[in-house]
């Protein structure tokens, strides 16, 4: 007890085992550098998710306390000796003891002075190690009172023994003659060189080395250069240190190690120096200087801090420099250090052991540390790279409770592999690492996929996978790599932008999320004279406004994410979804293949992203849109937590364009049910109907815990008979079910020769001698044999000959992934063969069960698809004598059940293509292509189908047949089903059926109950293909007795009014509310075919009732504001067209006029002239690296003014952004033949050169003046007689060519069609800001109308003509 | 109807080779006595080409109910009318005009703006500028344009028994 303070003993640290702090007893003589930020916190974040959002100070105890102690150096040579009881694996940290313990500790203001000596340590931190043991921060120390005080240390003339126990007296070391004084520039970890042989270190007297090198600079002075001068340190000034020096610290001397760390950036005089040749590589050697036993460190006596010549800017492409930074994230066991929350220190070697201290809330100081600032596409960082020429030294110590980390790290395979790696991709691939942690936790264990020290995990054979060999660099050892940094490539770093990050799905979805926020926070800051505050879209719908839904999307290459997971089902939703540990995303897979396994892994590299909800002015709240976060969350914990009610979907295709989506791991080895397929009957089905998932009636308990899924099928009367294995593989073998087979195939046929084509002939009376009965099956079948090649009889009589009607249709079947390659029959089936040639045979109806252990293949079908299914003796459809008894049967689809997709090719076709390629029969019967183009056909929309841009969608197998056999084939199958299965209907049939309810494909039947209240409603199913032009939840405020019949039988207060665009007529479809009623994606801009549809009878209204069942056909994968509209006029035409005039009436200028209000109508006009045009870059895309804004204009217009006209009057129409740019055609490179104007002038240029160049062209005209003003003072009516003036606000020159330029642009935008405007007459407030934007510009309004243009987009000319001749009829 | 002066006026060919000219100024004419109108805008087929290389294209458009004769000149770079405006623009617009000539060709369906011109006794447009029309729906849409405006804003459009009859 000194002064009622209290002393404390270390083993009561170690004791107590709990971090602690003795701040409390800092006294005001010694002044010590608190942390001068305690933690890095953001007040305007406050929901900033960090590791620990509320740090824990260290405890302090509540008296003053000192500790006692002695403060030594490691003894290296004794390391286990040493450091066992301290539990800390490192030899690097100074040891405190005081008698009763001894554990490492680090000093902030070290006085070389003070090792050995007993010191008071007056503030401190203690911070116990998981293992045991603990770390003492000594943050401020004086020497005690009795002793002589630091003014009385020894003299630094004598200098410090670097070797314990050797003399201090310089003067007796001269015959180590050589002394080195300068600047101490670097400090290599320590490393040991191995000497000793065998397991005996000692047996042969020699030992493994220890020791580490320091670079020191010296200077080439005169006085300098006297050899062994010691004089030399008095006389500090006027130095120029610059010739760098290695010295190597060795034996004892490499206890010094700690002690020379924050020496750096010190002169400081080694003496007592041997000269050394050093091989430090197979041919190559360093001249270096080794400490001996005599050698001492001279310090001055006053610290000179040598300031190297430091840039002031680190272009960051791999140059050292030094960093200073707050702590803020420690991951993957200290490998990365987070730094200021946006820098990432890479920590990955071995041999760096860093501080204790190294702890969150750390202030820390890095030297000769990598500068890299990788250019990947997915976040913007700064990337701090240590190398074995970097030292961390502590600037202030954590006052955090955070852990301290002890190093754990063994050097795996993966360890070496991540260290071959330049820095950027170090990050990358700890990115990867903890990436693939976090989403397969549960699913492959930690060794799976780190790998061990002989083998290599997924994590490394998948980033091999996405490496170039370039990117490896070899390593060299600690000597080679310290002594001859620069040229061992370290520090280069080239640029690896292409590598894309792979995230966890909860990862993904809260960047979505804040993506989305930052797109529409964006899109708010565009001015707008009309104080529009509404950003988005409203409709009306029965004299209601509602919300539009917003969607935006973003392609992968700009989020530049890749996606791993397994593709289920999921139980909740239902919805098919890519799913990892972390969490789930719902997916669109258009062509999902009957190969998919749930088990399996699948890459997912080429998406496209779609976030649609409505937007909220709250939403930003709690969510941080910095971009590093993606990297700090992937490193970091964080549960997933959905902020916004926003729908986030991902739309692929298994089989990209460029293979990059693929199965990436295989659970279980998919050997692929084509095997299944090799011999058998297989009865043939047409899916008619899928019943969506069953939806849970509030009060009734509907769905049991294995719930199921229902198909409904038409068995068709027509079965195929496989005859065996394949030909290419065992030609030879014979299948069973074709006891009679010829066994001499020719393995060299063509599998062209098989498919019986109009020249095949076929020996009626030969192929009779031939049959054979099937065994099992009881079915006569006429076999094909190679003699039916030379029959003489022609098919068509064969035909003939059975009255038109063949019962067996011999066929060709090929697989579409070439594993089958089989001849096959198509026979009638066997309940049909009983009825007579000539009589029609029909389709019979079963459902088909799936349980959820089988959704997926539910999943696979598509309705009115033709498949196969694999005939099992026991099941329903063969076992039946008689074919009734399975009319609306059941059949349950279990995981032995195999359901193939069919498609019919006919041999024409077949001729001119190879195998690879095998078409798909032009109208697969019934296709429901067909119907989808002429649906887009009448909408005149684009198909963007699902199928686009990806290789054909293809069916299991192909069955190929000939010409005449296929439409034979074809009308047989059509009769079948004919009154099962109805054709899709058209608008007029839909609204006849809203009247008459002539269509019938179903009814749905009065409950019975004689209350007409609780009457079910009535009325028939139908079934159409249509445009989705809107989607909103509708309320029941106004009560229908309709809306009242719906509410009381599905207990829903709420339901969803769908307005989809049939033939060219808007019809309405009711549907609740519930989420799992639609399938993913379903929203404005689908193609979509509503199956059974309730019509209700006398009533023009259209229901989803819940059998109702909705197949997306194709999406238009665009955003509807600010994305891809904007680059696709042709998709927003037609979109924008149809979802606009439902909500303006159409007007003519002259009528404006008269009207007194401002509200929004519909022009259609042409633009003449032009008045102003203000140009300005972009600055949200000004940066290319910007990712989210690649598809945003490069230029911006903040205001424009057009002389508009419609043949009834001319308008001046204000408008900026996109819509201005809409209204210049920028982005309508295509439509330039329509006026045969190439944009980028006179100057003939071919036409793909001429494409995408405009744009960028004016950017550069932009980017080079940063505002161009243009100004029209000729004519507002005649297009080529405007006078247009240029005005810049930079000092450069407005060349002709960039005014050449601009005219083109304008005189091809008078040049253009029609264009549908939606605006509105400005009112007076609008009037007064444009006045004054104008006077600021010297410019007048014009006598004319003026409106302000909220939408503009390209007219559709067959639409808007059947709109005025309507309006001319009524 | 001042509002109409500058505009280009869609109308149908019986209706437009029907204009007459007014005494006081030469650019307006007038339609049934009353309308003042300067230009003009037609859609129709190409029926005639006549061209004169660098001094004009003469050409007639059918829109089923007549013809409506137009010239598209291309002596900007000779012509004193233009020479007060700079160079680049004269031959910027020369240019343009050369590559509506080269579009004009006989059967394609055009969409023509211009001025009303009279020319020995008869009106004519005197273009200033063409887009040559893909989609075949843009002539029935500027037919029933037509009557619209004729009926909304040009006055009552008065057809006679023949007219009647080749519109029906």
Redesign the interface.
């Known amino acids: 007890m000194e002064g009622g303070v209290k002393v404390i003993t270390v083993s009561e640290l170690v004791q107590r085992a709990r971090p602690l702090t003795g701040a409390s007893s800092l006294t005001l003589r010694r002044s010590i550098s608190p942390p001068s930020e305690p933690y890095p916190t953001d007040p305007n974040n406050p929901n900033h998710p960090t590791l620990n959002p509320n740090p824990k100070i260290l405890k302090s105890l509540n008296h003053p306390t000192l500790i006692i102690g002695t403060l030594t150096l490691p003894d290296h040579d004794k390391p286990s000796a040493s450091n066992s009881a301290l539990r800390c694996p490192q030899t690097n940290c100074f040891l405190f003891s005081d008698g009763s313990s001894t554990i490492c500790c680090d000093v902030l203001d070290l006085d070389v002075r003070i090792i050995g000596k007993k010191i008071h340590v007056l503030a401190w931190n203690y911070i116990p190690f998981k293992s045991g043991g603990g770390f003492l921060e000594i943050i401020t120390w004086r020497l005690p009172e009795s002793s002589s005080g630091v003014g009385k240390f020894s003299s630094s003339s004598s200098g410090f023994p670097l070797v314990s126990g050797s003399s201090t007296d310089y003067k007796d070391s001269h015959k180590a003659c050589y002394c080195v004084r300068g600047a101490l520039e670097s400090v290599s970890p320590v490393s040991v060189v191995p000497c000793a042989t065998g397991t005996a270190p000692n047996s042969s007297g020699l030992r493994n080395i220890c020791g580490f090198l320091v670079q020191i600079l010296v200077c080439e002075c005169e006085s300098c250069s006297v050899r062994g001068s010691g004089k030399a340190l008095q006389y500090q000034n006027n130095h120029c240190f610059t010739k760098p020096l290695i010295v190597y610290f060795c034996g004892s001397a490499s206890s010094w190690h700690p002690v020379i760390s924050k020496l750096i950036g010190n002169v400081v005089m080694l003496s007592g120096l041997k000269k050394k040749l050093v091989i430090i590589g197979e041919e190559e050697s360093q001249l270096m200087y080794v400490t001996t036993e005599n050698a001492l460190l001279h310090l001055p006596e006053v610290f000179d801090k040598y300031i190297p010549v430091s840039k002031t800017v680190i272009k960051a492409n791999g140059e050292c420099g030094m960093y200073t930074g707050t702590i803020t994230g420690i991951y993957m066991q200290r490998m990365v250090v987070e730094l200021d929350k946006e820098v990432f220190l890479l920590l990955t070697d071995q041999l760096l052991t860093m501080p204790h201290s190294l702890r969150v809330g750390a202030i820390v100081s890095m030297r000769n540390v990598h500068f890299v600032k990788p250019k990947f596409c997915w976040t913007k960082i700064l990337v701090l790279g240590a190398c074995f020429k970097t030292s961390i030294s502590l600037k202030s110590f954590s006052p955090i409770e955070t852990g301290c980390c002890t190093y754990s790290q063994s050097q795996s395979l993966l360890g070496k592999f991540i260290n071959s790696l330049a820095f950027s991709v170090r990050l990358w691939v700890l990115l990867l690492v903890s990436s693939f942690r976090k989403k397969f936790t549960g699913i492959l264990t930690d060794k799976h996929i780190l790998g061990s020290k002989h083998k290599e995990g997924l994590a490394q054979s998948y980033a091999t996978s996405h490496l170039p060999s370039s990117v490896f660099q070899s390593r060299h050892g600690v000597f080679r790599e310290y002594c001859k940094h620069d040229s061992c490539g370290c520090g280069n770093e080239p640029n690896y932008d292409k590598l894309k990050l792979v995230v966890p799905i909860s990862n993904f979805i809260s960047h979505c999320e804040a993506t989305w926020m930052k797109l529409l926070l964006e899109g708010e800051t565009d001015s707008d004279l009309m104080n529009n505050n509404e950003k988005y879209s409203r409709l009306s719908c029965e004299g209601l406004t509602y919300s539009q839904s917003t969607r935006r999307v973003l392609h992968n290459e700009d989020i530049g994410v890749i996606l791993l997971g397994s593709v289920k089902i999921s139980t909740s939703s239902g919805r098919l979804q890519l799913i990892d540990a972390t969490g789930s995303i719902d997916v669109i897979v258009p062509d999902l293949p009957s190969t998919w396994n749930i088990d399996n892994i699948y890459e997912v590299n080429e998406f496209t992203l779609v976030m649609e909800g409505i937007p909220e002015r709250g939403d930003c709240m709690g969510l941080n849109l910095n971009e590093s976060l993606l990297c700090r969350n992937i490193f970091s914990c964080i549960p997933l937590v959905r902020k916004l009610n926003l729908e986030i979907y991902l739309l692929y295709y298994f089989r990209d364009t460029k293979f990059r989506n693929r199965p990436f791991y295989f659970c279980i080895k998919n050997k692929g049910n084509i095997e299944e397929l090799q011999s058998g009957r297989f009865p043939l089905l047409l899916v008619a109907h899928k019943y969506p998932a069953q939806q849970k009636f509030q009060g009734e308990q509907v769905i049991s815990k294995s719930s199921s899924r229902f198909a409904e099928a038409l068995i068709l009367p027509w079965d195929l008979f496989l005859r065996g294995k394949d030909l290419h593989t065992s030609p030879t073998k014979v299948a069973p079910d074709f006891p009679n087979e010829s066994k001499h195939h020719d393995a060299s046929r063509n599998y062209r020769e098989c498919v019986p084509s109009k020249r095949y002939k076929i020996d009626q009376a030969s192929s009779r001698d031939l049959s054979s009965g099937l065994s099992g099956c009881g079915h006569k079948l006429y076999s094909l044999r190679n003699s039916c090649f030379t029959s003489t009889s022609s098919y068509q009589e064969q035909k003939c000959l059975n009255l038109s009607s063949p019962s067996e249709i011999p066929c060709f079947v090929t697989s579409h992934d070439q594993c089958l390659a089989s001849s096959g029959i198509l026979c009638r089936s066997k309940a049909n063969a009983k009825v007579s040639f000539g009589c029609k045979t029909s389709a019979h109806k079963v459902l088909l069960e799936f349980k959820d252990e089988n959704f997926c293949k539910y999943e696979l079908l598509r309705v009115r698809d033709y498949y196969i299914m694999k005939h099992h003796q026991e099941d329903i459809l063969c076992t039946s004598e008689d074919i009734n008894d399975v009319t609306c049967g059941k059949v349950i689809i279990t995981s032995g059940t195999h359901l193939w997709s069919l498609s019919f090719s006919s041999d024409e076709v077949l001729q001119n293509t190879n195998l690879s390629h095998l078409p798909v029969f032009a109208d697969t019967f019934v296709s429901s292509n067909e119907a989808i183009s002429d649906c887009s056909q009448q909408n005149e929309l684009p198909p963007v189908r699902l199928n686009v841009d990806c290789p054909e969608i293809h069916p299991d197998i192909y069955i190929h047949l000939s010409t005449d056999v296929a439409s034979f084939l074809k009308e047989e199958l059509m009769a079948a089903v004919e009154g099962l299965l109805k054709p899709y209907v058209s608008l007029e049939e839909v609204t006849d059926t809203c009247c008459n309810g002539t269509m019938m494909t179903g009814s749905v039947q009065s409950s019975g109950t004689s209350e007409p209240e609780f009457n079910l409603p009535e009325g028939n199913l139908i079934s159409f293909h249509g445009h989705v032009l809107t989607v909103h939840s509708t309320n029941l405020r106004h009560k229908s007795p309709i809306d009242v019949h719906w509410a009381k039988i599905f207990q829903v207060t709420n339901r969803v009014c769908i307005h989809v665009l049939v033939d060219q007529h808007i019809v309405r479809i009711f549907g609740a509310l519930s989420k799992h009623a639609y399938p993913i994606g379903f929203g404005p801009g689908i193609h979509a075919t509503f199956h059974r549809i309730l019509v209700v009878s006398g009533q023009n209204v259209l229901f989803l009732t819940p059998t109702s069942f909705i197949a997306i056909e194709a999406i238009a994968v665009v955003g509807d504001k600010y994305i891809d509209k904007y680059n696709n006029p042709s998709v927003a035409s037609g979109q924008c067209n149809v979802a606009s005039f439902d909500t303006f009436p159409s007007a003519l200028i002259c009528e404006t006029m008269q009207c007194a209000e401002c509200k929004p109508v519909q022009f259609r006009c042409r633009v003449v002239a032009v008045h102003i045009l203000v140009l300005e870059q972009n600055k949200k895309s000004a940066n290319p690296q910007s990712r989210l804004h690649t598809r945003s204009p490069v230029v911006n217009i903040p205001l424009a003014g057009f002389i508009l006209e419609d043949g009834s009057s001319s308008c001046c129409c204000w408008t900026n952004s996109d819509r201005a740019a809409t209204l210049l055609r920028l982005q309508d490179e295509f439509s330039h033949e329509n006026t045969g104007i190439s944009i980028r002038g006179p100057k003939k240029c071919r036409d793909d050169e001429a494409r995408g160049s405009s744009i960028h062209d004016l950017y550069k005209v932009v980017e080079k003046h940063g505002r161009v003003i243009v100004k029209n003072y000729g004519s507002m009516f005649d297009s080529s007689h405007q006078d247009l003036t240029f005005s810049v606000n930079s000092d450069t020159v407005f060349s002709s060519s960039d005014e050449d330029l601009l005219k083109y642009v304008i005189l091809n935008a008078c040049f253009g069609t029609f264009w549908t405007i939606v605006g509105s007459r400005m009112d007076s407030n609008a009037m007064e800001k444009l006045e004054k934007q104008l006077t600021e510009m010297e410019m007048k309004i014009q006598p004319m109308q003026n409106i302000w243009a909220r939408e503009v987009n390209y007219a559709n000319p067959l639409y808007e003509a059947r709109k005025v001749a309507q309006e001319l009829l009524n | 109807m001042d509002?109409?002066h500058?505009?280009?006026?869609?109308l149908l060919a019986f209706d437009f080779v029907s204009l007459t000219p007014t005494a006081s100024d030469p650019t307006a004419f007038h339609r049934k006595g009353k309308l003042l109108l300067t230009?003009a805008?037609t859609v129709g087929v190409i029926t005639t080409r006549e061209l004169k290389p660098n001094k004009f294209l003469k050409f007639a458009v059918d829109d089923g109910t007549g013809c409506i004769p137009c010239v598209l000149w291309l002596n900007h770079l000779t012509s004193p009318y233009f020479s007060r405006r700079s160079p680049?623009?004269v031959?910027?617009?020369a240019?343009?005009a050369a590559?509506?000539a080269?579009?004009i060709q006989l059967g394609v369906v055009a969409?023509v703006r211009g001025?009303i011109t009279a020319y020995r006794g008869s009106v004519q447009i005197t273009v200033?500028?063409?887009?040559?029309?893909r989609?075949p729906?843009?002539e029935?849409?500027h037919w029933?344009?037509c009557?619209?405006?004729a009926?909304?804003?040009y006055g009552a459009l008065n057809l006679s028994p023949h007219d009647q009859n080749r519109l029906s």
């Open positions: 509002a109409l500058n505009t280009h006026a869609k230009r805008e680049p623009d031959r910027r617009i240019d343009v590559r509506f080269s579009q969409r001025r200033s500028d063409v887009i040559v029309e989609d729906n843009v029935m849409l029933l344009d009557i619209k405006l009926r909304k804003c």
